[in-house]
């Protein structure tokens, strides 16, 4: 972390924020909530949280407006909009820069004659680039990358070492693309046969389009014809597994572990949460919000918000979570009935 | 795509399928159902894409028997028994080929002198070859790839870029294996001692028999002692995790993110949908289907079709799933035995 | 596998174990009980296959002292306290060695001339080190590795083939981390601006304390700021994804494809089974096992045991398995209700 001290006032004045408690008290550094001391600044985002910070040993703590009221006699408490946003740019001050990529083919690389690389761009050690590949300007490829035959990449991206992009793949400007990430592989394709399984060809692409994130060792199959497209601003966590085929609309989310199964379409703003599973030949409409775990058998409207195996509505969901309780209640209703039935045969009996 | 125009009448000769409406219609490339415009070749395999079917926009569509009543009037229905093969034919003649891997070995790959390299072998750039490793006729190891000491790999087989096979593991003809596979790992093993976990040595190997395919980032653990073991014809998805000591019998699938724990059988043909997880020392009889997302924690017979965790049939899966309505049914069903009890006693009452 | 006879006499000596049976009996290997021959030794550490023992052809076979009544008419028994330790032992000395690392930089590494290496270490081929990298006495760096600017790498570490770490994380002593892990990609953060997702700089670093051993093809994010951090003696199967800022305590053990969220914390000798999926935010207390397939929404205290998803107690969730016999009996029970109600009314409409 750089050597800086910074008072409330000059964080209030960078975050817009507004200070509760002393103005001049000063922090060196940053930390969680749960770590951060007397000299280090921290934030909380949620009402949630509210515990936390009540423990808290920070010395300014940046808070969302439902926490104005923090207690503020032995520290600062900064009241931000938006805390998340306000953090990172606290944050951005103290952090050390990434090491810079060395513009240049380094000589340990090994680039086809045929291929043309841009202005400034930068080949890692060891990184392989296929005859007629396209890399644009400013774009990094990092060390021991492997980028395939005719395979074309914007500008301004980068992509972190160990990535390989299979032959005629497409890739946009500003992605950012991490380690083990795997694009263009063969999608899954068998027909049964008289001798066993029939490999279908996958003669199709992966297009992925500007301003994409792509986590680590994330997988992108290669279409069965056709292209696997990753629309524009798409955000994709570690371990994420798109088949082939498959179409992500502009600024969806898929979380870490998620898998999409092939020929499925989501539609903008979707969000996959974490190891949740969608089907093949579905559709998601646009703004679909599917819960961590859930298994997506069936298309789903636009804003659709689910949850379970198989994914049903909040509200089912929760009846069928609090199922066990109600069915006891039931219990307990038949025993009275049984009873009351009991006593009025009795009854019956004794007219 | 390559440049194309067939007519209907040629496409029926190739699939050997039943023209209905004009035959002298042509199409210059393919596409999927819902992309296909009028001078492309779409398919639609089953009857669940009868609204697709009707919407398309496709010239010359192949489809299967049970819709071949679908309208032909302004567009070409060709019947097929099998679309998928049929479309598959058509594919692989707009399909532009795979890059063709170049024999030989790159002067920038690392092999070591006693390695053993077959006839037309092509080991692609910075690709690494320890001591002692045999790779058959006309086998191709991508670019970036590490085979580890003692490793045989057979003929025809391909290896895309950044696969990892570490040492004495064996892998059969004909097998596809693409990149971030990793194979031959150490399995999870580990003994409770006084001052931690130890570790359990794997001494044994990873065996790929035959025509297997194994997609992208895919792991196979070595075996404790032994070896794991993947038979022929089995065909695993991207990102597959096969634990120590795991057989998976012939002509078998595992869908993508599916795990097999430690020491687990699976017989022939069976079949782990996405996402699945078997647990560790069961046995899967032949021809066994467990749906996706499900857990089997026990063993199951030959022909066993099982969903959910813990996974069970589809009868008491369907059970389950449809609860919440029986209970539902129940509660109404006991208030209005409530009401007649209510009733009843009013009766006896005044009696 | 080592030529080596031992005799029944030898193995008991070896393990500590008692003899039931023909002490002069010996073996020429090891297998599995399912596998093993009569001239190889096995092993039963649970009642639990007891029937796997009934039919075994092993001619020597340690056992736990519950199985110690096996029948030793043909073949001989050894009963160990701890049979995977008493394995183990026998099971070393059939192993192959695995092969020993070469120390020294092999000539096709690419080593930043500030990378500092301390004594015995090995640099595998086309392994690349960068600027300012540490790394310590006797630790091996597999060939492809990837290492960043200013990492830090302990002593008697392992790195096979093709792993990642990115700049400034720290590693151990004595950490064994296997092919295709990533360590330091980018954690997942986004804010939703005005035009899209905006990305949270990920500023922090991981760092992997001593003993630490990571499956292949696990990736684990570098924090937001400050550390994610895999504590002493953490064991990490395949396919596992840890999220930015979390913390692992010692001795927890991470099962194949399990994913830890941002900013959790795990205590020590957590147990998190495969294909779980823990919430991020949260903390989980020493001790805490979560079982396979699980989802964990919330905080859990020391020694929580928890299955299921939402995870719950083992007998909150044997009541939701057993809930559709459940409901079967009180639909039964109702059916009868509504019959003596029935004849009840029929009695009281008579009188």
Redesign the interface.
Known sequence: ?KDLTLSATRIAEITGGRICGDAGRTVNG???I??AKSDQLSFVGSKK?EEQLANAASGIILVCPDLADADASNRTIIVCD?V??AF?KI??L???E??AAVPGV?P?A?VDPTAKLGENVSI???A?I??DAVIGDNTVI???C?I???VKIGCNSTL???V?V???CIIGNKT?I???V?IG??G?G??PGPQ??????Q?GIVQIDD?V?I???T?I?RA???CTRIK??V?I???V?V?H?VSVG??S?L???C?I?G?T?LGRGVIIA??A?I?G?ITLGDGVQVA??S?VVKSLPAGSIVVG??AESQR?FI???T??K??GK??A??KE??A??AE??K??SE?
């Open positions: 972390m940053i930390a969680g749960r770590d949280f938006n998340d946003i990172a944050a951005a103290y952090a050390e990434a090491p380094h340990s090994v890692g050690a060891n392989v296929e005859r990092g060390a021991g492997y395939g035959h005719e972190s070492p160990n390989t299979m032959y005629r950012i991490h380690s083990g795997v592989a063969d899954f068998f027909i066993g399984l029939i490999k279908v060809p003669t301003d994130e986590g680590a060792n997988t199959d069965r014809f056709g524009s601003n955000k966590d570690d371990q597994m088949g085929n502009e600024s989310i979380v870490a572990q898998g199964a020929s379409v974490a190891q599973g089907n030949h961590g775990q298994g195996g198989p089912d009846a069928r979570i199922l066990p109600k069915v039931l219990e209703k038949i009935l049984e009351k039935l009025l045969k009854l019956a007219q």
